[in-house]
């Protein structure tokens, strides 16, 4: 069995991506996804700090640095691209206009909460940024994470131990094992990886999980 | 004539009084008011509360404010940075209060201060820590949050270009939080990269009307790149 690497997963979630979808990236792993668009796919990419249509990053030392994304990386505009201010980006967020945002995870519940923003812990400084609102306003939440910490502890969970972030928001999950499917009666494995029985899969997410009618059969 | 034109940075501060809430314009280094917030440090009045989306990265901007200890109040969604070594310093010796606020609701507190909205709910943060004490209503078939309005005394913002006016054009995504500050504030100053003659900003382009913005002073250099 050989767990996705990061650009496998980024792949895997940019296949479900459709045409014309408008979608924000969250920043590390997320953000590769941009790079495994299908090719000839038209996708608009939002970032909060208030641009549509970002283009791929500018060749070394052309960077302009009053035109960044939300993780405050140099970046390039798409023609046909908008720029707008903060208080217009998060109603495009809030009012449910964006197809799909993908987040990273602390842990996901099966129910659908997700934890993302803080650990809880007495001396780290909170920070929250845009989290709150993408949870509450993109029609899909999307998360992307690797399914099991260092430790070996599934961050799928029954209920999360870590502050919340949003409640019941999350439908799909990408790991590096496979794909969650968040669904009112429990979750359901779209994908996972060659090589691994499905039993092995359920024994390290702990929670029950179900196989979608469309699953791929390992 | 009305000119709102200012000669300094240091002049168009230079009435910022001690206990002022400002709202200070960018997000990371693109839109910040870079000179007006170096004035700002010199001015020296203290005990202030900065409206922020950050809380300052490096020895600059921001962060020179926070370790000048000129900040008693940080009211932002994003404090924690690789870099944010003036504002950990103070927060963990007790010495500056943390207002964290989702980047959505800062925004739209800020908006609703500038639009004469007294209070309005939003679904963001509902169930989280963020929303404890705060009232709550079902409406329809959804749960929101009470949230009210930041007010301020002072918006310090960086603008592209700008007439005697006072109306302005922004570049890129350093547009942010600036057209939203410039009109939650009792004063509004921008700092500008160029004052053109009236009539110039094409009226279709125009983002933020003149009636909003009280001073404009024009940057003495390009700000300085990440």
Known sequence: MKKWDRNQMAARMARDIPEGAYVNLGIGLPTLVADHIPAGREVILHSENGVLGIGPKPPKGEEDYDLINAGKEAVTLLAGGSFFHHADSFGMIRGQHLDFCVLGAFQVAINGDLANWHTGAADAIPAVGGAMDLAVGAKNVIVMMELLTKAGESKLVERCTYPLTGARCVNRVYTDLAVFDLRKDGVYVLDWVEGMPFEELQQLAVVPLKRAAEARTA | MIDKTIATAAAAVADVHDGATILLGGFGTAGLPTELTDALVARGARELTIVNNNAGNGDTGLAALIGAGCVKKIICSFPRQADAWHFEKRYRAGELELELV??????????????????????????????????????????????????????????????????????????????????????????????????????ESVVTPGIFVKRIVRVRHAPQSV
Do not use: S
């Open chain 2, 102 to 203: 989702p980047q959505g609701t800062l925004a739209e507190r800020i908006r609703a201060a500038g639009a004469g909205v007294g209070a309005f709910f939003t679904p963001t943060a509902y169930g989280t820590d963020l929303a404890k004490g705060k009232e709550t209503r079902r409406i329809g078939e959804r749960d929101y949050v009470l949230e009210m309005p930041i007010h301020a005394d002072f918006a310090l913002i960086k603008a592209h270009r700008a007439d005697r006016w006072g109306n302005l054009t922004f570049r890129m995504t350093a547009r942010n939080f600036g057209p939203i500050m410039a009109t939650a504030a009792r004063c509004t100053i921008a700092e500008v990269d160029e004052i053109v003659p009236l009539g110039q900003i094409d009226p």
